[in-house]
């Protein structure tokens, strides 16, 4: 029995080869830049390296100093989960509702609207980053300014009481992408015949239909657009740190991509594959959980 | 008499959430419109802020076209390489990744399954992750100071193959089956058959691409001037009182294509981003297929 299975799955194989020639070139690079770089992050958190000369063995001697290291790491990992929850949960629950909503409206025009967010969320970035780029002359300073809320300009994204506050409120700007898209469709797309069964049952409650007949049509696309949450919400600040180029200090907005390029200007490979490791697991667990949550769920459809 | 009365409420109700969400939208553009109307402004009309410049100027502009770098490089060669990246970017990406999403969607073989849960849990895996790791190994290849940087990384970008893969299902398998028997190659199939009618979701991944590429700094990587990209020269600037407005210009240079593009073809990508959704519930369905088949 079991032969005949391998012999039919070497068939295949042999009459399909050429559909593994052309995926190759893909995986080769999502191989080389993706998964060696990984798995290299594993490795080389146990040694002590900065890419010239050999690497030395030093064993969790990495993982203890992160841990040592005055407490930047630690605070680092605390402000990247609060990042996580404002931005990441946060900005899924604006997607979803912002898709219910408009989904309520005449089509047109929610299509108009759904565009204008999307061209934000994929362009918006440099634009905050103006924006919060300090200096009298800045938007956001001459703006308060000018108008008389505040007398003397500030530095918001150096500032430890603002920081936090313009980061996540930037980061929730850029959040419609295309995950929100995906939603948008999926409301448009929802199983019609339930919600039509709703009306003749004389339901008009939105709220209800929400519940009863769209969320469970809607996992895969609240699944999709909560996965592109996650690196965005861990990633997406030091993006804007760079861009207006605010130097990195020791504040809510201190996160742990800040510490890895940090260290990886100062080539410490060491700590920056311990960080990788810690926020690549951070990543994994907070997916698989909601992936089992929605497979939990949408087994009982 | 009372009906009327209801609908008419309901209307009311209706146009004033409409206004109140054109009101919304309207201030959700405001942070791109200041930019870009800034960047029109003459120096001397920057402080207070104002809602349109009255002598709008293009000054700015001409300034960053002309202006040189630290090191004497002009600014139009890295918009120059930041044109290159993105176009080569785009070359190697469609056609490495329509190739693989083919595969992944359509062909029936020992190991596709594994691969396209990998693929599914690396959506998780945005570049900027995995950002100085890849300067590491770059480093290690030489050619971190190089334009493949950029390119290589994101030509193989897993939300890519995602989306192009979703997409597939707008081809139908008997189309691909019949093309078989007849001895078609995959090759032939995925790019005689497949490609032309995926053309919306090649658009929508190359316009999000662009996108992430045109917001690219080099962080790390560039070190040479000539090979810096655009968004590169961001960090330079600030809002200091001399190059206030050719910050600005220089937000809005990186700004606006995006915002075009996206204008422009927000019908394919909408589409595209209809057919992306995680299913989890593979296993089953296959199942369920299979003893279709054999009964």
């Known amino acids: 029995m079991s032969d005949k299975k391998r012999n039919s799955a070497a068939k295949l194989i042999v009459k399909n080869k050429d559909a593994y020639f052309l995926a190759a070139p893909f995986f080769l690079l999502f191989f080389v830049f993706t998964v060696v770089p990984m798995i290299a992050a594993v490795v080389f958190s146990f040694f002590r390296y900065d890419l010239s000369g050999l690497p030395e063995f030093s064993g969790i001697d990495n993982f ?209 594959c311990c960080a990788e490791v810690i926020l690549l697991l951070l990543m994994t667990l907070i997916y698989a959980a909601a992936r089992i949550i929605v497979k939990k769920f949408s087994k009982d459809v | 008499m009372n009906k009327n009365k209801k609908q008419l409420v309901f209307l009311l109700i209706k146009i004033v959430v409409i206004i109140l969400v054109s009101i919304i939208a309207l201030g959700l553009c405001a942070p791109i419109y200041f930019v870009v109307i800034r960047s029109f402004s003459p120096t001397e009309e920057l402080f207070p802020i104002k809602l349109f410049p009255a002598e709008p100027t293009l000054r700015h502009f001409s300034e960053l076209l002309n202006g040189v770098g630290e090191y ?58 995995l950002y100085v790791l890849r300067y590491f190994l770059m480093l290690k290849m030489g050619i971190s100071d190089t334009y493949f940087a950029a390119v290589l990384p994101l030509a193989a970008s897993p939300l890519a193959v995602f989306l192009v893969k979703g997409y597939m299902r707008v081809v139908p398998d008997e189309i691909i089956y019949c093309a078989r028997l007849d001895g078609a190659s995959h090759f032939r199939i995925c790019f005689g058959i497949v490609m032309p009618v995926i053309k919306p979701a090649i658009i929508a991944v190359s316009v999000l691409t662009f ?85």
């Open chain 1, 64 to 272: 203890s100093s992160l841990f040592m290291l005055g407490g930047k790491f630690t605070s680092a990992a605390a402000n990247s989960l609060l990042m996580f929850l404002a931005v990441g949960a946060g900005g899924f629950v604006l997607c979803f509702a912002a898709a219910w909503g408009l989904d309520l409206l005449p089509k047109k025009f929610a299509d108009v609207i759904t565009i204008i967010l999307f061209a934000i969320s994929l362009s918006g970035t440099a634009a905050t980053a103006v924006w919060l780029s300090g200096g009298l002359l800045d938007p956001l300073n001459s703006f308060l300014v000018g108008a008389g809320f505040s007398d003397v300009p500030s530095e918001y994204l150096s500032d430890g009481r603002y920081a936090f506050l313009c980061v996540a409120l930037s980061q929730l700007f850029t959040t419609f992408g295309i995950g929100f898209l995906s939603l948008r469709s999926g409301f448009r797309a929802v199983d019609r015949e339930k919600a039509d069964a709703a009306k003749i049952e004389g339901i008009k409650n939105p709220l209800w239909i929400l519940v009863h007949s769209q969320i469970p049509s809607l996992y895969p696309q609240m699944l999709f657009a909560f996965a592109v949450q996650i690196p965005f919400a861990f990633t997406n600040g030091e993006l804007l740190r760079i861009l207006s180029g605010t130097p990195a200090e020791d504040l809510g907005t201190y996160s742990i991509m800040t510490f890895i390029f940090e260290q990886g200007a100062e080539l410490d490979v060491g700590k920056v």
């Open chain 2, 72 to 129: 004497g490089t002009p600014f139009s060669r890295n918009l120059f390489s930041s044109l290159l990246t993105a176009l080569l970017t785009a070359v190697i990406q469609i056609s490495v990744v329509c190739a693989a999403a083919y595969v992944l969607a359509k062909v029936k073989a020992p190991g596709i399954k594994a691969l396209n849960l990998i693929i599914e849990w690396s959506i998780i895996l945005s570049p900027l992750t």
């Open chain 2, 211 to 295: 996108g992430e590429l045109w917001q690219y700094t080099g962080e790390l990587f560039v070190k040479s001037e000539a090979v810096k990209p655009l968004s590169g020269l961001m960090s330079e600037f600030s809002a200091s009182a001399e190059s206030a407005g050719i910050f600005c210009a220089l937000a809005a240079v990186i700004t606006i294509p995006i915002i075009v593009l996206s204008a422009v073809f927000g019908k394919e990508i909408a589409q595209t981003a209809e057919c992306a959704g995680i299913r989890t519930e593979h296993k089953t369905k296959i199942k369920a297929q299979k003893s279709d088949k054999a009964v």
